[in-house]
Structures are given as C-alpha cells and as structure tokens.
C-alpha cells in the first residue's frame, strides 16, 4: 500500500511538473519566441524564487538556528569571532604594503572581506547575519517560546563572538606573528574604527546591520555568485566606515590590550550604540520590511 501511495505521488509531482514547463512553453510559443527545454527550465527555475520563496529559505534556516543546542551555537559562535579577525587582519595587511595614495582605500578595504567570506560560506554563527534568520520565524509566529528562544540564540552566539574577537585582538595587539608593519597599520586602522562618536557609531551600525541582513536575503538567488555578493556588500561596509559590533569589536579589543582605549570607553563608545544599531538595521529595519511584503501571502500559521 505505502508503495503504490509513493508511486502515485510521484506520477503527480511529475504530472505537475510537466504541466508547469507545458504552461510555460505555450506562453513562449504563443509570443513567438523559440527556445531549448534547457532554457526553459532555467526561466522556471529562476520564476519559483519569487520574494516568497526567498523568505521561506531565510525562515526555515532560522527555525534551524532557533533549535540547535547551545553548545553548538557556542563554538560556531567562537570559532566565527575568530574568524572575522581576519578581516582587520587582511585589511592591515593591505595597508601596510601598498603605498600611501589616495587611491589606497580602494584595494585595502577588499580585505575586510577576507573574514565575512569564511564566516558566511563556512556556515559559522555570525551575530548579525542571525538577526535577520532567527527574527523572521518569530515575526511569523510571534509567541512567547519563540522570543525566548531567539533570546538564547542572541545571547550564546553574541558571547561567543566576543570571546573570539578578545582572543584575536590581543594575538593583533600583542603581535604573535612578529610582524610589526602590519601590527602599526592594524593599530591605525582600530583608532580610525573607534574614532566617532557613540551617535555617529549608531548611525552607521544601522547601515552596517542592513547591509549584512542584504547579504542574507539576496543570497538564496544568487546562485554561483555568492561569493561576489559576500565580497561587495562587506567591501562597502569598510569603504563607507560603518560599524560592525563584532568586526569592530576586533580592532576595540586591539586598541584595549594595547593600553590605548579603556573599556568603559569602548563599552559607551563603540559596543552598545554599534550594537544596538545592528539590530535595529538587521531585525527592526530589514526584517519587518522583508516580512511586510510577503505577509499577504502567507497561511494564516505564518508559512
């Protein structure tokens, strides 16, 4: 019996199939357009992701995200700290070598990349990639266990992030690789992080959290082009001198064990209004309007 049910689901979603690339040849035919069954199943395939669809896949991995154990949340969270170290690391290395031109920042800030490209294509737990993921599934099922649970996430991830990044700011700070150009030049890049004003650090943490909400959402179509997605988005982050918490985080904790920022300071300066801007770009901002516009379209539990 189960067989016979398989087969017959099976005949259907073929059925279906077929039924959905007949449709879409007449209507190409009926335009007078000629083209291969190979081109016609890239334009269906292209068609299914629809806003909808890309909510769905965003959705779905934060339901994923919600309900992992805490001690996977931790180390993925850590090991993505570290991880995005590399971006300060990357971009001194850069400065350090290229000659001093106005033309400069335009290559450098390519190795701020290096860091969000291992985070993101490794699948690691990045604090405010999981702003945008773990918000929508409690913005379509508000409840309380839901907000409890994006609490925990929050709270492990973002604590294991900072752990990471101490770690790494002080092997920066302390120079472990013995290489002291790119230690200065990883320096001067931290005191122009940490130079603005806990406004102006608000500000720009909210463009920052919407850019990485960006990566986030348009990364389910951007098929083989992910890691140009990832590239270009983080690129503008230290072009246009915003402020990631946990990135930034790096070069604060650089200039903390280096004896040149005090952590009252960071923590006023750079820590809550950088954090706090990240969430409002990534989960009030982005996420409400990435949720707004499908919300029509949604059953009634949220799907």
């Known amino acids: 019996m189960d067989t016979q049910t398989t087969t017959k689901e099976k005949h259907s979603g073929n ?26 199943r890239e334009i269906e395939r292209r068609l299914s992701l629809r806003p909808l669809a890309i909510y769905e896949l965003v959705r779905q991995e934060g339901e994923d995200e919600l309900t992992r154990p805490t001690s996977s949340l931790w ?52 604090f405010t990639e999981i702003t945008l993921t773990a918000t929508l599934p409690v913005l379509a099922r508000p409840r309380w266990i839901g907000v409890k649970a994006l609490i925990r996430l929050w709270a492990v991830v973002f604590a294991a992030n900072m752990v990471g990044t101490a770690v790494y700011g002080a092997g920066i700070a302390f120079d472990v690789l013995n290489t002291p150009e790119i230690t200065a030049a990883a320096l001067a890049i931290s005191r122009d992080a940490m130079e603005g004003g806990p406004l102006s650090t608000l500000l720009r943490g ?71 801007g ?10 409400l309007i990435s949720y707004g516009q499908v919300a029509p379209e949604l059953d009634p539990k949220g799907n």
């Open 206 to 276: 909210i463009v920052a959290g919407w850019l990485i909400a960006t990566v986030v959402w348009v990364l389910p179509s951007a098929q083989n082009a992910g890691f140009f997605v990832i590239a270009l988005l983080t690129f503008l982050i230290a072009l246009f001198h915003l402020s990631h918490v946990v990135a930034g985080s790096v070069e604060a904790m650089t200039l903390m064990f280096a004896g040149e920022l005090m952590p009252h300071h960071a923590i006023w300066g750079f820590y809550l209004p950088a954090l706090v």
């Open 75 to 126: 180390w993925s969270g850590l090991a993505a700290g570290l991880s995005i170290g590399f971006s300060v690391f990357t971009q001194a290395v850069l400065r350090a070598y290229l000659p001093d031109t106005p033309w400069r920042p335009l290559i450098e800030c390519w190795g701020y990349s290096v860091g969000f490209l291992i985070v993101i294509l490794g699948r690691q737990q990045l």
């Open 15 to 40: 059925a279906g199939r077929r039924h959905s690339n007949d449709v879409t040849e007449k209507r190409i035919e009926e335009e007078g357009s000629t083209l291969t069954q190979t081109e016609l």
């Open 278 to 287: 990240n969430i409002l770009g990534g989960s009030a901002l982005f996420a």
